[in-house]
């Protein structure tokens, strides 16, 4: 799975996460987390019974950039 992310605004954003919580019929294989730019990544349960996946991206998104993050 691909996760596209644009800061799409007129002004940088700092910190930014990006999170998705799977639904029951997916899971996350481990090791299998990627990102263009340094993140710190962490899984944690859910209510259904799989988890959600995060990736913290320190720093600053200027206005225009883009990135992915995958698993």
Do not use: M
Not at 5 to 23: C, E, H, Q
Not at 47 to 65: A, I, K, N, Y
């Amino acid at each position: 799975i691909t996760i596209k992310y644009a800061n799409t605004g007129n002004k940088p954003v700092d910190d930014v996460v990006i999170s998705d919580s799977l639904s029951a019929r997916l899971g996350y294989v481990e090791g299998s987390a990627q990102s263009d730019r340094p993140a710190n990544f962490t899984t944690s349960e859910n209510d259904v019974g799989s988890v959600v996946v995060r990736w913290e991206l320190p720093g600053t998104l200027l206005p225009g950039q883009t990135g992915t993050v995958k698993f």
